[in-house]
């Protein structure tokens, strides 16, 4: 009975784990297929299946050598253990012992080949499709090519060989020791001695045999050494023992000799190595390895006794050429070796004719800043709890004629934040598909309140601009994290209006078809058996995966790195998201990495489009000069499409990212130094200006304006960020990026004169905190139930002048409160004011014509009738009331009043016509 009962659990257990192992089966299986069908629909089934024939084009050479190879080497052991055993059963057995040298050969095979197909088909692929970069290292004057795309896959090799020979010696020495000392490989003779009857011989042929082998292995061993010892010679590019990243004096002077010596050494070594197995010399075993420790040993102690000794003494002067080449590689690796420097010199003031000669600078001056209006976006325009706005997107546009820079963000489904009651899974993937259109505002404008002025708001879009959507629906964006099944009978919940809700149906291409074999495939793929047994999916329906637009792109290019802001574009009525995608490197010589990140070298060198509707991806290459980005064009063919087939429309959206210049331009705080010496002593060190935001000191956000530069004819988008010294506050320059038209990806610095003093953005918020009349009214905000934000301080170039820009938002300590824009605060040199509209407030900072009171006419007719003037005398008196409200910090009267003196506006402009 208990037998019995041990089989069934022996049944069980068996058929439990084969249950397991077929539905892990099914569901790689079905991972296979939809990934195929899904790259299929992309158009982009190539790009999946490169990295598979890769894998098989260098895997099943691989195995077949590896196997031929492991085959011969085992065969030959058990052959001459069936040559040497005494046992006759051993020497019969030879085919059942072939047949087991197949099978481990097979395996052993087989694991490597699989190591060496999943590990190196990049680099593999890197070194056959290399492109010349036609930049030269300075010590072995090698291309760059050969560090970024040969050298890792030679090293692949050699640290491959490097394992696999030590363990072929070692297994050499077990097998055939075990084979020598066996009882069934030796033979035994009458003793002439007393004692034991017999003597046991010991058979040498098989040491013979074994120190053959083993001299040849050692020989390849010390070969592949010395391999590795050349290679490891062109490391010290990279070597972080100077002042600076790169080759030193001692490397180039010590290390580099040595390794030219080890070269020879090995070669030696290995010559010694063998002449000693054959003729069974330990001496010259022994001094093989003990040549190459020694040699090892002594560069050691040189490299140490040079660097101790010889540089540190000296080190600026030995030291100043490999700074010098660590100065311009690290520029090349960083995309800053063409940047244009240019003085900048205070010499104009700012008046009416300086601001009319800049009014596209001036009407672009951003007094919104992008945190407050997110949630004001989020309050406003989210409509319904499951619309959410991700984040604010900074962009241009050419609105009604004008180039103006503008807020805008996708309105996106939220699934989290349906209510628990309709969180069921056919809302979840087959009714809440989709979200619906963008809010645009622009920077520079706000409403009565305070609030951004919306240029396109609502659902369905309304506008009054020039800026038309006619498909607003995003089946793909930032939060489409699900997979949705559309075209079910179910319907897709298009917008709410009023007390129902509207419906569509997808008309898009994209999506795989949901026949009765791809709903098992899906049932698998998901794990969830609804997509099987629902009535609502049709042969009609489609499945739309990799929805969320940064698990598209990297689903098709992995090797890229994106950008974590995507954006998104209104072009001919559709919206379209735009990532930047960029190639990057670890490998580039004499190249200081950044920061943590172990990147010495990337560039921006692809724009992704991602139709929000479709879910239409295409990459465009935006730097042809980047010869990674040329390698990949190599690999895969088709990928990638050229800028200038990019649609105009498009392309008049594509921006600087702000990633990049973050990185360039806190690489370019120390490689602004050209000169060696100046460089070593960090004598004109640069920092990232630092400004205050929501009362935390911080380094100043690189920013997004519209602004003619100070030699420029007219203005531009541009990105910029102003640097201090690296202990002052003060300015000392400027970079800016620029990025309309041919303009594109062109670097620029501008210098402040070293005599003069400029305020930098921290010594003007301090000014801002010292001023009498702005921290007394920011104090008393504070204290009135509301709290004051102080947005980003946006230091603004103008001419031979800078402008200092500063918003500040009021918000009321309600729930659901929302921030409103109150005041503005200017500063130009020593002078600071706050008003409550950016024109009162250059008014006042540049001794203008005050602004009359917003909707009355300049002049005031004088035929107006009683009840006009009445309205006039009303306005005044509201307005004058809506003032005194802001300065005792009463936002609720300001709201109330400002709306009356609306109306009133409305009816006086009424009566005029």
Known sequence: MVIILKKRNIVVIT???????????????ANLIVDIQWFLSMNYLNVFFKKFLTQIMIGIPSFIILFILSYFYLNRMVKDYAKFAQDIVVKKGYRRFRNIVIAVSFIVSFVISLFISSNWWNDYLFYVNSANFGVRDPIFNEDISLYMFRLPFLFDIYELLIVIIPILIVATIIVYGLMYLSDKTRFYEISDRGGNLFKAIYNKDILM??????????????IVLALGFYLKSYGILYSRRGVAFGASFTDVHVTLIFYRILIFASILSGVLFMLGAFKQKLKYIVASPIIIIAILILSTISQAVVQ???????????EKTYLKYNIEYTKRAFGLINVAEKNYYLKKDIDKQVLNENKDTVNNIRINDYRPVNQIYNQLQGIRLYYKFNDIDIDRYTIDGNYKQVFISAREMNLDNLNSQA????????????????????????????????????????????IKIIRPEIYFGELTNSYAIVN???????????????ETFYKGKSGIPMTFLNKIFFTAYTGDFKILLSTDITSDSKMLIYRNIKDRVEKIAPFLIYDDDPYIVVDNGKLYWIIDAY??????????PYAQTGINYIRNSVKVVVDAYTGDVNYYISDKNDPVIRVYDGIFPGLFKGIDKMPEGLKAHIRYPQYLFDIQSNVYKNYHMSDPQVFYNKEDSWDIAKEKFSGKVQPQESQYVIMKLPDGSKAEYILMVPYTPATKDNMVAWLAARMDGDNYGKLVVYKFPKSSIIYGPMQVENMIDQDPTISKELSLWDQKGSSVIRGNLLTLPIDDAMLYVEPLYIQSSNDNALPEVKRVILAYRDKIVMEDTLQNALNKLFNLKPQTVPGLPQQAPTNLNQTQQELIKKANDIYNNAINA???GNWTDFGKYMDELKNILNDLNNSLK
């Open 886 to 888: 802001t300065k005792n």
């Open 15 to 29: 058929s439990v784990i084969a249950i397991f192992i077929i539905i892990g089966v099914l569901i790689s299986f």
């Open 423 to 466: 969180k069921n899974w056919i809302n979840m993937h087959l009714k809440y598909t989709h979200g619906y259109g963008v809010v645009i505002s622009t920077v520079n404008d706000v409403t009565a309140t305070g609030q951004p002025d919306l240029l396109v708001k609502n659902i369905p879009p309304t506008t009054d601009t020039n």
């Open 308 to 318: 101790s000794f010889v540089v540190a003494p000296n080190e600026l002067d030995k």
């Open 583 to 592: 190639t990057y490197s670890g490998n580039y010589p004499y190249s200081e």
């Open 209 to 222: 045999i074994a120190f053959r082998q083993i001299a040849i292995l050692g020989f390849v061993f010390f």
């Open 488 to 502: 079910t009978k179910t319907g897709e919940f298009d917008y709410p209006s009023g007390d129902t809700n509207k």
